[in-house]
């Protein structure tokens, strides 16, 4: 069985970083491309960022500069690095996998979901 957890999640104030750790179990991270999506209150879950199995990232213009995605395959873990983090950040963050091709923002291409880490940056 796949399991997803996020981790690293928390208050910070504006201008704050947090890094968000998603760990994997039943799955080897190394044959998947992984991405890490978002949700506001009241708001569809939005494409953050990912990084395919070869490494190369994805980000979304919102957080581009600001995020930065890494993964340790020896570790089945993989890492959201937040810097400069705004109020708008404000979101329950979601890691999820696949082992297809896909496209990077699309969340249907995604087989595997974490339960999410909430993230609050206050102003």
């Known amino acids: 069985q796949v399991q997803l957890v996020e981790s690293g999640g928390g208050l910070v104030q504006a201008g704050g970083s947090l890094r968000l750790s998603c760990a994997a179990s039943?799955?080897?991270?190394?044959?998947?491309?992984m991405g890490w999506f978002r949700q506001a209150p009241g708001k569809e879950r939005e494409f953050v960022g990912a990084?395919?199995?070869?490494?190369?990232?994805y980000y979304a213009d919102s957080v581009k500069g600001r995020f930065t995605i890494s993964r340790d395959n020896a570790a089945n873990t993989v890492y959201l690095q937040m810097n400069s983090l705004k109020p708008e950040d404000t979101a329950v963050y979601f890691c999820?996998?696949?082992?297809?091709?896909?496209?990077?923002?699309?969340?249907?291409?995604?087989?595997?979901w974490g339960q999410g880490t909430q993230v609050t940056v206050s102003s």
């Open positions: 999820a996998a696949t082992a297809r091709v896909f496209t990077a923002s699309a969340r249907n291409d995604y087989d595997y």
């Open positions: 990084i395919r199995s070869t490494r190369t990232t």
């Open positions: 039943g799955v080897a991270l190394v044959n998947c491309n």
